[in-house]
């Protein structure tokens, strides 16, 4: 009898600090403003060191520690930065706007023999 004590013991030691955090997976597809993928963007838990990349499609997976209500920071470059509260694990479509405040670009280039 003693060693089935023991045992639920061990046992509840051993999986009840595996329970106790929880993991969200979110997922989504970020877009331009004309509805084409963007591959590379970069998906980040706002506060966190948590987040990921969108592939060629402009799909992501991310898998955090926090619980919702989650601000994502969706940011790629040429465009307007993100931040969107996510309430819960279904699959979002993010939509990018193009920045206009690049006034001009400067591209030099020199030969060095």
Do not use: H
Not at 4 to 31: D, E, H, R
Not at 59 to 84: C, M, W, Y
């Amino acid at each position: 009898m003693k060693n089935l004590c023991w045992g639920k013991t061990l046992f509840l030691l051993v999986f009840i600090p595996v329970f106790s955090f929880a993991q969200n997976t979110l997922s989504g597809t970020v877009l331009d403003d004309e509805g084409q993928p963007l591959y590379g963007a970069t998906v980040i838990v706002k506060g966190t060191n948590e987040g990921t990349v969108t592939d060629l499609q402009g799909e992501f997976n991310l898998t955090t520690q926090q619980a919702f209500p989650l601000e994502l920071v969706i940011s790629f470059v040429g465009f307007d930065n993100l931040s969107f509260t996510v309430n819960n694990d279904q699959p979002q479509e993010f939509q990018l706007s193009f920045s206009n405040r690049f006034d001009e670009i400067i591209v030099s280039a020199s030969l060095n023999y």
